[in-house]
Each structure stands twice: as C-alpha cells, then as structure tokens.
C-alpha cells in the first residue's frame, strides 16, 4: 500500500514536472489587441488617445526602448528576487502568510512580477484556486520566455492609472515624453502606481504618488541599483507632470465624436480627423471658464457653447461645461447635448412660419391680456417685463421677444404647424406629440439642446437651406488609410430665402430691439449680427443664439441640477460669453453684411397701423415685403378719411369693469380692414375672453349688436367672419347662481 501511494506520488511529482515546461500559448502573448485611437484637430494636433480593446490607451515598446531606470525601479518596487526566482517566491510567500495571519485578513499577496503578468493575461479572480493556477503558469511562463521578455510583456500591458496601459502610454500621458527618456525620478514615480492605480492616482492622490516614489527610491538606494548623490538629487527633483486637461483637450467634443461609432466599427480604425479647431476650442473654454466665474453671484455654475461654420455646417468648437474635471458641478455632463427648455429661442420659426403664410413684419399684433383653455387650466401669458404693450408690429413683437404676440401667432397657426416645422429643422429631442406642446411650444415648454438649436439657427444665414452638423472631417483605418463613409448628411429646404432674409433682417435690428433691450447691450456688435435670447421658466436657462453671415453661435448658461439663477435674462447672462465668442471669431476679419437676395421690396409705411404711411402720419419708417403681400391703402388711422374712434362715443365710453370677465380682443376703438386679395372665407376675427380667475362658467355666450352670435361651456374665444360695419360686442358668462357681464366693446370694420 505503501509503495502504491510511493509511486503514486513520484507520478503526479513527475506530471507536475512535465507540466511546467508545457509554453504559454503564443495568442495569449499577442500585442495587438492593445493598440489605440487617436481623435485629432482638423489641423492634425492630438486631441486624444482613447480605448483600445482591451479598454486603455497603449503602444507596445520592445525592452531596449525602456528607460534601465524604469526597469529598475520597477524592480525594486515589485519584485527585488525577480531575477533569482524561478516564477514564485517561497520567502515572499512565507513572509505574505505570516502578515496575513496577523492581521487576520489579506495584506499582502506576495506576487512576483510574472505571477503579476499571468493575472494581466487571464483576469483571474483573487481566491486560493486561482492563485494556485497563477503559481503553476506562473512557473510556466518562465519556462517559456526570458526574463527580458517577461520584463518587456509586464511593461506592455499593467495598468499606470487613468486608462494608460503599458509604460509608453504612461510615459506619454504623465511626463509627455517617450519610455526611453524616463528620468530617475520620472521612473521610480511611475514604478509606484501599478500597486494600485486608482488610490495612487497622480491627478487625484499626487501626494500618496510622490510617497510612493520616495519610498521606491530609498529601496533601489539599498538594493545598490543607485548611488547616494543621485538618490539625493532624485529625491529633491521637481517632477513636470502634465496636467490632465493637456491630455483631454476638448473632451466633450472627443466624446461627442466617440459617441456616433459603435465599438465593432472603432476597432477598425487608427485615427479621426475632427473638424475641432483646437485653437479657437481653447480660447472659448477659457472665456466659458471666466464668465461662469464672474457670474458665481448670480447662482450659476455652468455654461456650454456652440461654434459651427456656416458655409460647411462643421462644427468648430464645442464645449460643454465650464471645466470637464470639476466633479462638483458635474462638469462631465455635456450642456451642448443635454435635454433644456429654450425659452423665447423658437420664437424666430414660429414667425418664419407666419412669414411663409402672408404675414408680414408690419402686421399689427395685439399684445394685450389673453386667456386659453388648456387641459391643464386656463393660461394666460405674460411677457417677461410683466407689462402689455398693445398693438405693436410683428418686427417689433419679434426683436423685442414678447410672449403674448408669439402666442396669438402660434394659434392662428396651429401648434401642429411650428411642431412639423421644427422636426424638420432637426430637433428631434421633442419626442412627445404637438397636442403635449400646445401654444406654448414658442415660448420653449419643450426641451431642446443646444446643438439642435444651433443647428436651426445656422438654416438661417443659409437662405432657408438646414444641414445636418458635422463633427468628422475623415476616419482612417488600422493601416492610415482613409475610409470611406457611407453616411449621408441630411439637407432640405425649410424656409424660401425671402422668409429668411426678413427673420436676420429683424433679428439683426439693433434699433428694433431698444423698448426690451436698451442702448448698447451686450447684443451690440460692431458688425451685422442677427441674434436672439431666451429664458426658461423660473430662470433656469439662459441661451443666446444668433450669426453672421460667417458663423453661428449658441450659448447656455445655467445649472446642471436645475437650480435657478437669480433673476438673471439671456441677455445678462449669456449676452457677455456670446458677445466675446464672436469678437473672437470675426477678429482682423474683413466685415461682411448679410446679402441682400431679389423678391424683397422697401416700402414706407406707417409705424402705428402697418398700413402705407399717410401725409397725416406722425412719421413713417421702411419696412421690407415680399412682393404681393405689402400693404395696398394708406393708414386710416391718421388720414383724411379716418373714421371717428368709437372710444370718443358716449354710448360706449369705457370705464374700469365692476367685475373681471373682459373682452381681452379685440379692443374697444380697434379698426380692422378686408383683405381685397386673400379669400373672403379665411379673413375672421379671434374674440377672445378674459374670465374672472375661479369662477365656474356653465356657458359663454358672445353678442354681437344686441344679438347672440355664440354659445359655448369650455371655450374663451369665438372667430368671427369679418363684415363691413360698426359692431359693439359683449361677452356674458353664466353660472347657476350668477350672471356676469364684460363692458362692451366697439369696432369697425372697413371694406
């Protein structure tokens, strides 16, 4: 029996043996997988190295291209018997059992360097098993390669910290130099990470590091690998590291890049050519850093801005937060892609729609209070000044961003009508339905982002041509050569160039923007610029966004865990960033107006009614049509054959209503006029009523000259056709207990 168990023994004694000797597969040994991408500028400067396969950045270097003080530090600090061992360390193990039974859990492991190496290649979990079988290949592994080789496979593929895999990547990310060219001290602080790479993070623990490397060099001065003056001067070294913005630049544009490649399709490629321009990149997240700076008071925390080029829709510039590494602000979010309420910002196309429609920029549109019904309630919307501002033309309503005139456009059109118009434009993050919107889509209740926004501006100083953006100039494969994308940009025709001309027209007045915006604000700028803010509700987001005819830029100021700012506009809050982002651009530049395009015609009218100015006027302006739809009979108002204002009727005066329910349009004294062109059938009038807030109505009932015209228990308004005539109208709402009656209102309508 003896001898059995004798024999037996010798026998796995013997297969253990033979085992030794069996090589490490070559595949497992293989460098390829850990090559990496590299993201450039449209001028071909780095902006970064991302992941390879194996998920860090590496090139793989032979072990003569390795600094000897790497190499020995990197001994010292891992394994002083790596070259006297055989694969396992028996009084590294002895040692580790002994530390780990005193403190009663696991404290040291004990692992040379090749057993290191092997837990890099098959990812084994940390359990007796497994460090068993990492022992066994370990002393394979040493049966099948060199020592150099094992020194040159360890280098290649450990991990140093911030996704740098290999000594050449840590080298080129740290110190910004090659392996080869590793100090003594550059090395030994190197040597210290691969202990463990997250707690001895230079970016995060630089003092833990600088410990680390201290304590590597007293061992390489004990083990003999250097003499006391270079340990002293070691010692005393001030290490260049390289901050790691140096190494991230432009990181939300990389990882805007990164996003639209699956990771199949990244493993085919060595490089992207971007259409950053790093330069200007540079600039504008210096000045996005500054104004959230000077802003701190104001509650603010972060801004985001947008450069793209007109001509080719290639994105310039892109940056997302104030600072990508500031944790405490969330600055890896990227506001330029994030989902936000736009405010006044989609104002511009819902009166490019009322444009494409017949409107014109002297319509005269009520801006006086109104009141909807909406499933959620009445609404009533008010301008951000809390004032209304009676009849103003549509140029006005537009540069000077009133809420209620946008509103009063949008629902003669339809909400569905801005919302198709807006898909088309590119703004696919309204995921929801045109009836989740309602009327109040112009005044931004949906969220966009900022490249969205950007995007359609940039349609705009086109003519009215949207392009889809782009952040890519070209893509090269495994072997530099280009490779051919197969995505098309999408382009398509969303407003004529008439319509377009007139929205940069208005919204490049500086003069038109002066009752809201004032004398010389931060949307004045020493050359054509059309430009348009927007705030959301309770001041969370501030955006400006407008162009040239070189460029268009969108800026967003705010907070990215939704808390407001202090009463603070777009024009106070973005205006500033968004003024200098364009001072920077068009700098030295020769400057270019917007072109004038054919179809447009200049005609004086009458800055009051909109109507072709009268002698009788009290002054006149220009305005510009599109040919068909400019005003055909002078202003009636102050000419000759002005009609008597029924205000001046006693039968009619107006006093302040003893109660609330108001006929908030059309107005007492308004004069209205027939369209001889447009069809008889569609020219009507929007009555609209403001009912006393909680009061319960079970029916509205419209009268016109004495007689009821309408009847209705859920709406506020009636449209009315449009008669010759002089009318008086009230509006009565009733309850089961009450009766309430509006003051009446008087019109005339002329043929």
Not at 654 to 660: K, L, M, N, S, T
Request: charged residues 20%; hydrophobic residues 40%; contains cysteine.
């Amino acid at each position: 029996m003896k001898k059995k168990i004798v024999l037996s023994s010798l026998a796995l004694c013997l297969l253990f043996m033979f085992s030794l000797h069996l090589p490490i597969p070559k595949q497992k040994l293989n460098p390829a997988p850990l090559l990496s991408l590299r993201i450039l500028d449209r001028e071909d400067n780095l902006l970064r190295e991302v992941l390879s396969d194996k998920g860090g950045r590496c090139r793989w270097v032979k072990f003569e291209e390795v600094s000897t003080n790497l190499v020995k530090a990197t001994i010292a600090a891992e394994d002083r018997r790596f070259f006297r061992h055989r694969g396992i360390s028996i009084p590294a193990i002895a040692r580790a059992a002994l530390q780990n039974l005193k403190s009663g859990h696991i404290v040291s492991g004990a692992s040379t360097i090749s057993q290191q190496l092997i837990r890099n290649i098959y990812h084994f979990r940390r359990n007796i098993f497994f460090k068993t079988a990492e022992a066994w290949l370990a002393l394979r592994l040493e049966n099948t390669l060199s020592k150099k080789d094992i020194l040159e496979q360890y280098l290649n593929r450990i991990s140093y910290g911030n996704q740098a895999y290999g000594i050449e990547a840590a080298a080129q990310l740290y110190f910004d130099k090659s392996a080869e060219l590793l100090s003594l001290a550059e090395s030994a602080f190197l040597a210290g990470i691969p202990r463990s790479p997250s707690v001895l993070n230079p970016y995060s623990a630089l003092h833990l590091s600088v410990q680390r490397q201290q304590l590597i060099l007293h061992q390489m001065y004990a083990l003999g690998f250097v003499d006391l003056p270079k340990l002293n001067r070691s010692l005393n070294e001030q290490l260049k590291m390289i901050p790691k913005s140096k190494k991230f630049r432009a990181p939300h544009f990389c990882d805007f890049i990164l996003s639209q490649y699956s990771s199949k399709e990244k493993q085919k490629m060595s490089s992207i050519r971007s259409t950053c321009d790093y330069s200007l990149q540079r600039k504008i997240e210096m000045l996005v850093k500054n104004h959230v700076y000077a802003l701190k008071d104001k509650g603010i925390t972060n801004a985001s801005a947008v450069v793209l080029d007109n001509s080719s829709g290639e994105i310039l510039s892109m940056v997302g937060s104030k600072d990508f590494f500031a944790s405490q602000d969330d600055g890896q979010v990227n506001g330029a892609l994030s989902l936000r309420q736009p405010g006044s910002a989609l104002k511009p196309f819902t009166y490019g729609l009322a444009l494409e429609r017949g409107m014109t920029a002297a319509e005269i549109i009520d801006d006086s209070p109104v009141q909807y019904s909406t499933p959620k309630g009445a609404y009533r919307p008010r301008n951000y000044d809390n004032k209304f501002h009676g009849p103003v033309r549509l140029r006005t309503a537009l540069a000077c961003s009133y809420n209620v005139p946008a509103v009063r456009v949008l629902e003669s059109l339809g909400p569905e009508a801005l919302y198709y118009q807006l898909k088309d434009m590119g703004f696919n993050s309204l995921s929801q339905g045109p009836g989740f919107y309602g009327i109040g889509l112009t005044l931004g209740n949906g969220e966009v982002t900022l490249l969205e926004l950007v995007q359609a501006y940039s349609s705009l100083a086109r003519a009215g041509e949207w392009l889809e953006s782009t952040a890519i100039l070209q893509v090269y494969d495994s072997e530099n050569t280009p490779i051919l994308d197969q995505r098309l940009r999408k382009t398509q025709k969303v407003f004529s160039a008439q319509v377009t001309y007139i929205l940069t027209h208005i919204l490049s007045d500086q003069d038109a923007r002066i009752p809201s915006f004032g004398y010389n604000s931060s949307l004045s700028l020493p050359f054509p610029c059309a430009v348009k803010t927007g705030t959301s509700k309770d001041f969370r987001d501030n955006w400006t966004i407008g162009y040239t005819p070189n460029y268009t830029v969108g800026v967003w100021v705010g907070n990215f865990d939704g808390r407001p700012m202090l009463n603070v506009s777009g024009v106070t809050g973005c205006g500033p960033l968004f003024r200098d982002i364009l001072l920077t651009l068009e700098n030295n530049k020769s400057i270019k107006a917007f072109e004038k395009i054919e179809g447009i015609i200049e005609i004086d009218i009458c800055p009051v009614s909109g109507h072709l100015a009268d002698k009788n006027c009290p002054g006149s302006m220009t305005e510009i049509f599109i040919p068909g739809t400019e005003p055909k009979t002078k202003c009636s108002l102050h000419g000759q054959d002005q009609i008597q204002n029924p205000l001046e009727s006693k039968s009619v005066q107006e006093d302040r209503p003893a109660v609330d329910l108001i006929i908030a349009f059309p107005r007492n004294g308004d004069v209205f006029k027939i369209d001889p062109i447009l069809r008889h059938g569609y020219q009507k009038l929007q009555f609209i009523a403001s009912v006393p807030e909680g009061f319960q109505f079970d029916k509205l009932e419209w009268w016109i000259n004495g007689k009821k015209e309408s009847e209705t228990d859920t709406q506020f308004s009636y449209s009315w056709k449009l008669q010759p005539g002089l009318y008086t109208i009230t509006v009565l709402a009733r309850s089961e207990t009450r009766v309430i009656k509006s003051h009446p209102v008087a019109i005339r309508v002329l043929l």
